[in-house]
Each structure stands twice: as structure tokens, then as C-alpha cells.
């Protein structure tokens, strides 16, 4: 075993969450962190001494079975004891088809990771985020680290080693690509969340809560139907259980249920606050600060408060 | 067009109770079609009344998983296959490589469908992994699905983009919640639905373990809530007020 840790993520941000994680692992493996690139090599990944490209995949994107390849060519001869992707719709792909490729286990959605030098260890959310699971798998091990549980690693030294893996190729092609509605904002290091649920009746409201949001320094985030079953907003600004983690010094929830699969993911906020028309809503249990009342009331009266203190 | 269907019989989280240590109540806990898998038994049946053929859904679990067979058999399907092994020692490979071994007996199949991820442990592993068992191309995330002849495109949707995909039959997909509205069975289907063959087989002896030990689940354990809960009285303004304030004091607003 060489015994190095794997970080790789089709998207550079995430990637370097990933090598915060590694660093969990790498500590109680007496292991090294390597940052891992595919085709060609990425700018801007930081969190690791020694990156290495895997060279042969070609092409402007790397899908997730070409990934898992490469992953699994490097891997039979360079026999790392853990590989860690981000648990996104790609890595969690891309993770499961390296697993099955290696024959060996691979442990989801961690938020901590520890290493006793035999294996990983890491705890997860199960059971739509009730119960807390801790789950271990021997080396050598794959791991998705969930988006948003790690912070990004900061920058270190780097030098680039190489490694040839072939020419590797796909089943499925890629014929199209289109944008979700806009978004661009970084729901993983915004210090104040306002988060926006089914009590919003129209798309346009959202401005409303919008402007709230820049008004107090944050970024808008949602719970899952208005992403998922509404496309109002990007899936990467969903909350919870299958979107991001977040942990703001405020989360601000307003008309969301609190739903135990949104609870989960933002259940470590520093300071949670919320508005809802029903007293009995499960997210005040979830809550610092309360208030029962119509957000097409609180939340003008919150932005005229908030002018007025400025 | 033969069409097969995974179903996980998932622990129903609502009814799910804690004990006194905080430890989920497992053993006897209620369960239910993973909440998704309603969509891609919908899809399956969509599938079929577009090209013709049948409808058959797999389960990996213990023998309550045939309740969830049952379900999708008054959804529409035409058969089960309920495959036996202890749901609780099982990691999401092992589960794809029974999966596997038992669509290979039954099939060839053109498509498999399982949907994103569970309503109870929610790993997402077992659809790539079981496109790699079979060999087949694998497509994730779907939230639309057109087979003309030997080819498809699928709209998968990821996290900032909606991507199409073309690939070949035979392949395995999984599906997203918004790719459709699923069916209530009727009374009568729900009737006839216990008419409708069971095949029944044993995990361990169409998939023998091999000497990977996996991913085993060590613990678990719930935090109860540390909120403070402090519920603000009074008009908009007045509760707008004190929230600020309450923010403020604990330094939380810029
Ligand atoms: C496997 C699985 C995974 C899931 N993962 C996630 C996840 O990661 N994230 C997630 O968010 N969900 C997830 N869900 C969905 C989750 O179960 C809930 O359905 C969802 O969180 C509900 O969203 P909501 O609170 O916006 O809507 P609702 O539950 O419809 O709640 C709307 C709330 O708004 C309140 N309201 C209505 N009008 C007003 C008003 N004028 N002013 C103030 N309040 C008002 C209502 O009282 C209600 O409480 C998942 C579900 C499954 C099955
Ligand atoms: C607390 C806990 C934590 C766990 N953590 C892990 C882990 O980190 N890694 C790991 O490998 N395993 C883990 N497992 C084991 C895993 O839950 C089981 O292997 C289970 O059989 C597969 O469920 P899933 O959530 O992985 O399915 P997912 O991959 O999320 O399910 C996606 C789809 O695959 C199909 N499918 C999944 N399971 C079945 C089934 N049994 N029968 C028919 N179709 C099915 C369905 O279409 C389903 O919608 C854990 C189990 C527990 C109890």
C-alpha cells in the first residue's frame, strides 16, 4: 500500500472540501493527502502537497463512469487506502461505479471522518436526518464526503505527478447542456441564510426574500420543492438531506415546514430563526427565535426594521 | 420492451421510535416503498404503455419487502421478484450485487430503473453500482426518459444544469422525483394485485458473499434538540423589532 488518501470532484470547490476530509483521514493513517485530477490538469485546487493527473481521459468534460475508470486504473497500481469524492449527483456516480469496480466498500454522505489506521470511520445522517449513524469500512475504502460538511482546505505547496491511465470511453454521450435558473451564490460560506419554503405562493415573492437577504449580508437558500419540483431556484441552493449542508451564524427559515430531511441539513447553524403561519410547525422545534405569523408580513416589516437600524 | 423495476421496502422514518438512549427501534419498525421508488415504478409502467412488453419489480430485504412488491404490483407491474437477506448487514454493493445476479436470471432486461436514492438510508450507490454489475450503460438522475428503437435520450438533472444523454438499450438509469406523478393504485388493482406471481430467492445463494467485508454500520444515535424555542409575540412590526433585537444581542446580524 502506498498509503496515500485520494480527493477528487468534478467541481474545483468541492474538491477542495474533499481535502479538508482527506486531512481527517490522512492523520489516523499516518497517510498523504493527494488531490487528483483527470485529463487535464485543473487550476486552482488547493489542499494538497503532491496533486496527480491522471493522463489519457480526453475531452472538456470528465463524465462520472469515465472518472470512475481512470480512478480505478490508478488505483490497481498505485494502491491508495482510501478514495474520497464529493457527494454531489456526479461524485456520488462516479464514487459507486470506482466501489464496484474495486470491490470494495464505500461508505456515503459522511460529514466526519476519522481513520485508526485500518480503515475509516465516519458518522452520516439516516432515516431522513432522526438518527445519526457512525459506519467503518476497511481500507482500502471509497468515501462520499457530504457537500458542505468540511470546510475548504487552505492552499499548500504543490508539485504535479503524472500518471498515464489510457484512453478511457464512454457509453452514454453527452448531447446537451443547459443552465438552471440563475444562481452563482456560495450557500457554503455565507454567514446568514434566508432560506425560502412552499409558504412562498409565487415565483416572483422570491425577490422579495431576496432582497432581504442582500439586505442582511446573506444568500438565499430553499427547501427541496421549490428546486426540485418548482425549479425556482438551482438544486444547489436546496437544503437538507439530498442538497447542501449549511452551517451559518443565522439561518433564516421562512414558510418551510421543517421537515426532518430539511432539519438535517441545517441543523448545526449557529443561531436558527423562523417564520411560519402555523404554530405547530415542526421547524420552530428546530428554532431559537419563532415567529407565528404571514411572511408577506413579517418579512416587509423585517426590511423596514432593518432600514430603519442602518 | 422488458422492463425491470428495484423497490426498496424502506423503515417509514415518520414511525420510526427512539429508545431511551436515543437508539432508532428497528427491530418491528413499520416500513414502506422507499418514497421514490414510487416514481420509477410509475416510469416503468409509462415505459411499458409506450413500447409494449412487462413490468417487473425486484426487491433485495426481509420477508416484509414483499409488501412493498405488492405495492407496485397494484401500481401496474406484472410480476415480483423478491430476493431474501437481512436488510441491516447488508451494504449498498452487496445489495447491487443480488440485484444484479437476480435481474440476470429473469432478464435480458432493456431497462432498469431504480430511483436516486432511498427514503431511509439514502447511500444513491445501489443504481451506478448495479449498471456496473450488469455491464449495461448507466445514466443518473433522470427526470426524462424517450427510447426510440435501440437508442434513448435522458434528461439527467444535476445540481446547476439539466444535461441530455444519449445512450444504447440495454441501459439502467435512475430516476429524480419530478420526472412524474405517481399513480394511486384502486381498490380493485390493490385486489388483484395479490394474484399476480412472487418469484422467490435467497441473496446468499445467487450472490455468494465474497471476502470484501464492506461498509458495516457500527452505531447509531439521535441529539436531541439544544433550541431555544423562544417563541415572539405581537404585530409584524412589533415581532420584526425583537427579532433584530434578539439577533443583535446574539451577534449574529452585520
Ligand atoms: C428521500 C427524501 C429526501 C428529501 N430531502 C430533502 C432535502 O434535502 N431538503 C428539503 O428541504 N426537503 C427534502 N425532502 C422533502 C421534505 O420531506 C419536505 O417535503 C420538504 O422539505 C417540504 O418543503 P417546505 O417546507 O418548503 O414545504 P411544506 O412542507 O409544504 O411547508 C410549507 C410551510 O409554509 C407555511 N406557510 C404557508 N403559507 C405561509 C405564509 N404565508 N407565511 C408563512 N408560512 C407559511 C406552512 O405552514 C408550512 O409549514 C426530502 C424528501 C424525501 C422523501
Ligand atoms: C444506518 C445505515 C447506514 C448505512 N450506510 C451505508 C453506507 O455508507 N454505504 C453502503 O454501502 N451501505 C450503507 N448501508 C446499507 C444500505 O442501506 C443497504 O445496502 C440498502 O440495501 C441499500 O440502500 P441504499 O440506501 O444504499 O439505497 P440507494 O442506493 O439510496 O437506493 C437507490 C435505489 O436503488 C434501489 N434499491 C436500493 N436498495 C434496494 C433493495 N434493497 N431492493 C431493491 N431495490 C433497491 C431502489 O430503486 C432505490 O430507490 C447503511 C445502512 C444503514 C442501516
Redesign the pocket.
Known amino acids: 500500500m502506498s498509503g496515500d488518501v485520494w480527493v477528487y470532484s468534478e467541481s474545483e470547490g468541492v474538491s477542495a472540501e474533499v481535502a479538508s476530509a482527506a486531512q481527517d483521514v490522512a492523520r489516523g493513517a499516518s497517510a498523504e493527502v493527494r488531490v487528483v485530477d483527470i485529463g487535464s490538469p485543473r487550476q486552482g485546487i488547493r489542499g494538497s502537497g503532491v496533486r496527480l493527473l491522471l493522463k489519457g481521459p480526453s475531452g472538456p468534460d470528465v463524465s462520472p463512469a469515465v472518472a470512475a475508470e481512470a480512478l480505478a486504473r490508478a488505483a490497481k497500481d498505485l494502491s491508495p487506502v482510501a478514495v474520497l469524492l464529493g457527494a454531489t449527483r456526479d461524485g456520488r456516480e462516479a464514487a459507486s461505479r470506482l466501489a464496484a469496480k474495486l470491490g470494495v466498500?464505500?461508505?456515503?454522505e459522511v460529514v466526519k471522518l476519522a481513520s485508526d489506521g485500518q480503515g475509516v470511520t465516519g458518522e452520516?445522517n439516516?432515516y431522513a436526518g432522526k438518527v445519526v449513524?457512525k459506519?467503518r469500512c476497511q481500507f482500502p475504502a471509497v468515501v462520499t464526503v457530504k457537500t458542505g460538511a468540511y470546510p475548504r482546505a487552505e492552499a499548500l505547496p504543490e508539485r504535479t505527478q503524472e500518471v498515464e491511465v489510457g484512453q478511457v470511453s464512454d457509453r452514454s454521450k453527452v448531447v446537451g447542456r443547459e443552465k438552471k435558473a440563475a444562481g452563482g451564490v456560495d450557500l457554503r460560506s455565507a454567514k446568514v441564510i434566508v432560506s425560502a419554503g412552499r409558504g412562498v405562493k409565487k415565483r416572483e415573492d422570491l425577490s422579495m426574500l431576496e432582497d432581504l437577504a442582500v439586505t442582511m449580508h446573506g444568500a438565499l437558500g430553499c427547501s427541496r420543492p421549490l428546486s426540485a419540483d418548482l425549479g425556482w431556484l438551482p438544486e444547489e441552493h436546496h437544503i437538507g438531506l439530498t442538497g447542501v449542508t449549511v452551517k451559518p451564524d443565522l439561518y433564516l427559515a421562512i414558510g418551510i415546514s421543517g421537515q426532518l430531511q430539511h432539519v438535517a441539513g441545517m441543523k448545526d447553524s449557529k443561531i436558527v430563526a423562523s417564520i411560519n403561519t402555523d404554530k405547530d410547525a415542526p421547524i420552530f422545534q428546530a428554532s431559537d427565535y419563532c415567529i407565528v405569523g404571514d411572511l408577506y408580513q413579517v418579512v416587509p416589516a423585517l426590511r423596514r426594521a432593518l432600514s430603519a437600524r442602518r | 420492451m422488458k422492463i425491470a423495476v428495484?423497490?426498496?421496502h424502506a423503515v417509514d422514518e415518520a414511525e420510526l421510535r427512539l429508545d431511551t438512549e436515543g437508539r432508532p427501534v428497528l427491530a418491528g419498525a413499520a416500513g414502506k416503498m422507499?418514497t421514490?421508488?414510487k416514481n420509477?415504478v410509475e416510469e416503468g409502467l409509462r415505459l411499458k404503455s409506450a413500447h409494449q412488453g412487462e413490468v417487473v419489480v425486484?426487491?433485495?430485504?426481509a420477508a416484509e419487502s414483499k409488501k412493498t412488491l405488492k405495492e407496485a404490483l397494484a401500481m401496474g407491474a406484472d410480476r415480483g421478484v423478491f430476493v431474501a437477506a437481512d436488510?441491516?448487514v447488508?451494504?449498498?454493493?452487496?445489495?447491487a450485487s443480488m440485484?444484479a445476479a437476480a435481474i440476470r436470471r429473469s432478464g435480458p432486461y432493456d431497462v432498469v430503473i431504480?430511483?436516486?436514492?432511498?427514503s431511509?438510508?439514502?447511500?444513491?450507490?445501489?443504481?451506478p453500482m448495479l449498471g456496473e454489475l450488469l455491464g449495461v450503460a448507466y445514466v443518473g438522475y433522470a427526470r426524462k426518459i424517450e427510447v426510440t428503437g435501440g437508442s434513448a435520450r435522458v434528461e439527467r438533472s444535476l445540481e446547476d444544469s439539466v444535461e441530455a444523454v444519449e445512450t444504447s438499450v440495454p441501459f439502467a438509469v435512475?430516476v429524480v422525483s419530478e420526472i412524474n406523478e405517481p399513480r394511486y393504485p384502486t381498490l380493485v388493482q390493490i385486489m388483484q394485485a395479490s394474484k399476480k406471481p412472487i418469484e422467490e430467492l435467497n441473496g446468499g445463494e445467487i450472490a455468494p458473499p465474497g471476502t470484501i467485508s464492506?461498509?458495516e454500520?457500527v452505531s447509531?444515535s439521535s441529539q436531541p434538540s439544544t433550541r431555544k424555542h423562544v417563541m415572539i409575540e405581537g404585530g409584524p412590526d412589533e415581532a420584526a423589532a425583537k427579532l433584530l433585537d434578539a439577533l443583535s444581542r446574539e451577534g449574529v446580524l452585520k
Request: with cysteine.
Open positions: 466498500g464505500c461508505m456515503a452520516r439516516v449513524a459506519t | 428495484c423497490v426498496k422507499s421514490f421508488d420509477a425486484f426487491v433485495v430485504g436488510p441491516l447488508i451494504d449498498a454493493l452487496r445489495t440485484l431504480c430511483s436516486e436514492g432511498s431511509d438510508t439514502y447511500t444513491g450507490q445501489v443504481p435512475s464492506g461498509v454500520v447509531m
